[in-house]
């Protein structure tokens, strides 16, 4: 054969077997699990459990030795799938503290799965991956120890390779201590994330080993740059090939487009040994990701050794632009973004800290419509997921690290591993989420006691930089004076400040922070119960808090107020509420935690005004048990708050909202105040028909309108709001009549029977003709018939004790939920009903897949 036929040949079989490829991956795009090896699988299922050390009831029960071992006896534990969080399922106690929701989380966990990895896999690498396991995780393998991991919210990976038996079954054992962890919050306890199994050659793609950058983007093209570990675990010397193509990716993670190709790496690699490779592609005509529209791209990597591929990786990322600027804000692809976020905690309400994909789809989906397009993720890693469902729907995430450094807040926080562990813990959070678009800052901590310590917070701030130097460094400051006096935030690149930010002029003075970009970290602590409102100047009443949007604590204010201090310095970045929902824990104002008083660490008269209020708090034992931060209750039903920041946050979203209920038989002829909010600029209220005057928002001023001195009288108010001088939204609030029927609705009308998806139905007390019953608590009794159960149930009253897995409970202000799932693999008609004494039925269909 003629040289020039071969060459003309083999170019027409590379051609040929290019398009194939090419085609396949377009024919039969298939969705990626996960960042990462493409050899992942879920490992959730088929777990024992046991608890030792403290019980649920408050009694010990002794931790036997040797429970790691192969051979130990575990047919009696109790057999679940992960996610768990074994303190959920209480009882709520009176005598536990409500700071971490009077639930028994303290305790000593043992978690055992017996499993077996094909022979045929022998001479691969086996790794398992912990998304979080709570808290000071060690590890063994079929006997014999392989790690821990002390911090409960780190992602970390366990080497099962060196004590695997392939082919026979293995025992992995990890045991978890609660006992030894303090929190201000509800932590949960347990492997309360998602565990994977991993399998790999010996040479693969190092673990989190991908770090993709953008530095060059115009509408034109975006120069990609690509880093990757590689990672030799085999016991020779490789000639290996690295090559990575770009794809679009879509809403159901799968490779779509391919964009764009690398040049092929090659590289030879040690036994032994790990090697950063780097390489380049362009992208024409980028699609940016932005809030409005989140487009992503993956990058599949594969390594080839001697003509096979051996690994392939892939990771998600996206391509925008940043830019935090002391004059001007924040930028996003060259535009202005007022951030409008929220801190939350990381429990999905009656689920505990179990991660659950529908329960925080559902939480984003809620903060979405509301306006909120910044998430803080207060006060430590999330769970993986929350970065993926932020990358796909459009949120800015502010990515935190600690609450605690080297001087704790409380006994056993993070002050007790903080020296052996904050760098390995900053580098498992940064390696982990920088290739994630919707990640916008690190924040290396909140309100530590060490604000003013230059040295440890530079430390900090070096070792992100190191990991990360394209994204900005923050920490949550609540002594922000102390802190910028001592200089420490001079190393920061982005302040952020919690609660003080009125004293910005002062601030933006001092020539050392003239061009530092400022935030507010955390804003706001308004507190409010659902459905509760009080007269004549009382806020809290029967543990319970009012609904007027008020209430506050002493470092805190009311939205409007922040709101009015946001429009006052136009060039700080916007804000991140305390917080989007109630959660576990924290049940300020009738909380007895003395981290409170680091509020006023500053301020000693406050301080002695706030230890009495504890001493108070501590005689009385109050029975709340979660919070009243949330804009949006436990449950997940909106508060008022809810509509005041829809009301601000989506200015051209044409709504009005008026607050209280109109059911006050014992206040007929009295004053009942009306509050409004809504997004046109003055609206006028009607009471049975009568105008009680129009109203208009002095801008930047007034963020809801207020008719003080309505006199009530049962029938139907209504408000009729306008913007610039044309009709722009209505709402009606009417006196109901008794409560007569249980009105259901699902969330989804169709769920998988997977093991994880979730139907969240909404249980209404209604009169007659379908109105919410306001004040209506009767006992509702639920039931399902079909493939499905009920998973837990919830009204978001912060004083509740009845467990979230009751099937019978009080509605709360005229409102239940009900969570429901499918049983695995099954097919078919879930039928959810509601009863309660007197009262018809309700019920609600959902179709399993
Ligand atoms: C802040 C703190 C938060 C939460 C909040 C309540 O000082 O950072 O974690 O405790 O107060 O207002």
Redesign the pocket.
């Known amino acids: 054969m003629n040289c020039k036929r071969f060459f003309f040949r083999t170019a027409f079989l590379i051609l040929i077997l290019g398009t194939i490829g090419f085609k396949q991956v377009l024919s039969q795009p298939k969705a990626i699990v996960r960042m990462g090896s493409l050899n992942t699988v879920s490992f959730d299922q088929g777990w024992l459990f046991a608890r030792y050390g403290l019980q649920p009831d408050g009694t010990r029960k002794e931790e036997p030795s040797g429970l790691e071992a192969s051979g130990f006896e575990d047919i009696s534990w109790k057999k679940l799938n992960l996610p768990h969080d074994w303190a959920i399922t209480g009882p709520f106690r009176i005598d536990l503290e409500g700071a971490t929701g009077k639930l028994p989380w303290k305790g000593i966990g043992w978690y055992r799965k017996h499993f077996t990895v094909n022979g045929s896999d022998a001479g691969k690498r086996v790794f398992v991956d912990f998304d979080g396991a709570m808290a000071n995780a060690k590890v063994w393998l079929n006997g014999k120890y392989i790690g821990t991991w002390p911090y409960g919210y780190s992602s970390f990976r366990m080497d099962l390779t060196p004590f695997l038996q392939f082919g026979k079954e293995n025992v992995l054992a990890v045991r978890l201590d609660t006992e030894n962890w303090d929190s201000?919050?509800y932590p949960g306890a347990g492997i309360y994330r998602h565990v994977w199994l991993v399998k790999t050659d010996p040479i693969h793609v190092n673990h989190y080993g991908t770090y993709i950058t953008t530095p060059q983007v115009s509408d034109q093209n975006a120069v990609v740059n690509i880093e990757t570990t590689i990672n030799n675990q085999s016991l020779k010397s490789e000639k290996a090939i690295v090559k990575t193509s770009l794809f679009e990716l879509d809403a159901s993670d799968k490779p779509t487009l391919k964009v764009a190709v690398t040049k092929d790496t090659i590289i030879v690699i040690n036994p032994g040994e790990k090697k950063l490779t780097s390489s380049r592609a362009v992208i024409d005509m980028p699609k940016r990701w932005s809030i409005e529209s989140p487009h992503r791209y993956v990058a599949q990597t594969t390594i080839h050794i001697k003509g096979k591929v051996v690994d392939t990786y892939f990771t998600p990322f996206g391509i925008r632009t940043l830019e935090f600027t002391a004059k001007n804000g924040f930028l996003l692809n060259g535009k202005r973004v007022q951030i409008q976020g929220t801190?939350n905690h990381h429990d999905l309400g009656a689920l505990g800290a179990a991660f659950n994909l529908s329960a925080l789809t559902r939480q984003l989906k809620l903060l979405k419509e509301m306006g909120c397009n910044s998430l803080r993720t207060?006060?430590n890693p999330p769970a993986p997921e929350l970065l993926e469902l932020a990358d796909k729907m459009g949120f800015l995430v502010w990515d935190e690290a600690f609450?605690s450094w080297k001087k704790g807040k409380r006994k056993n926080d993070y002050n007790k591993i903080f020296d052996e562990w904050h760098e390995k813990d900053l580098m498992a959070l940064v390696h982990r989420d920088r290739n994630h678009p919707s990640v916008f800052i690190w924040s290396i901590g909140?309100?530590v006691m060490e604000q003013q310590n230059v040295e440890l917070t530079k430390h900090l701030v070096d070792i992100v930089h190191r990991e990360d130097p394209t994204r900005p460094v923050s920490n949550?400051y609540?002594d922000p004076d102390g802190g910028r006096n001592s200089g420490a935030v001079v190393a920061l690149d982005l302040m952020g400040v919690?609660?003080f930010f009125d004293q910005q002029p002062r601030w933006d003075a001092d020539p050392r922070y003239a061009n530092k970009p400022t935030l507010g970290s955390?804003t706001s602590?308004c507190v409010s119960s659902r459905g509760e409102y009080f007269f004549g100047g009382t806020e809290y009443k029967n543990w319970q808090i009012t609904s007027y949007d008020v209430a506050k604590?002493g470092?805190?204010c009311s939205p409007d107020e922040q709101f009015r201090t946001n429009a006052k310095y136009p060039h700080l970045l916007g804000e991140y509420v305390?917080?989007g929902f109630d959660y576990l824990g924290?049940p300020?104002p009738y909380n007895s935690d003395e981290?409170?008083l680091?509020?006023f660490r500053a301020d000693a008269s406050k301080k002695e005004e706030l230890e009495k209020q504890l001493a108070l708090i501590r005689k009385n034992n109050p029975p709340s048990r979660s919070s009243y931060?949330g804009i949006i209750d436990l449950a997940g039903f909106p508060k008022d708050r809810f509509y005041s920041y829809q009301a601000h946050w989506r200015p051209d979203f044409p709504m009005a909202h008026i607050l209280p209920h109109w059911n006050w038989p014992e206040r007929i002829d009295s004053i009942t105040p009306v509050h409004v909010y809504t997004s046109g600029d003055e609206a006028e209220l009607f009471l049975n028909g009568k105008s009680l005057g129009r109203k208009i928002k002095a801008p930047g001023k007034d963020f809801r309108l207020v008719w003080d001195k309505v006199m009530y009288k049962p029938g139907v108010l209504k408000v009729v709001s306008y913007k610039n001088g044309k009709l722009w939204a209505t709402d009606v609030v009417k006196t109901t009549g008794v409560m007569s029927k249980l009105t259901l609705s699902a969330d989804r009308k169709t769920i998988k029977s997977d093991k994880d998806d979730l139907c969240f139905i909404t249980v209404k007390v209604t009169d007659e003709s379908g109105l919410i019953v306001p004040r209506s608590n009767p006992s509702i009794r639920f039931s399902i018939e079909g493939p499905g159960e009920i998973v837990a149930t919830d009204n978001g009253d912060a004083t509740s004790f009845v467990s979230f897995q009751n099937h019978e409970r009080p509605a709360f202000n005229g409102m239940a939920l009900v969570i429901v799932k499918a049983r695995k693999g099954a097919k078919g008609i879930i039928t959810v009903k509601a009863e309660s004494k007197g009262l018809t039925r309700g019920a609600t269909k959902i179709q399993v897949q």
């Open positions: 201000r919050w801190c207060s006060h609450d909140n309100e949550g609540n919690n609660y955390e602590s604590p470092w805190g305390w917080t924290e300020t981290t409170n680091l509020n931060f």
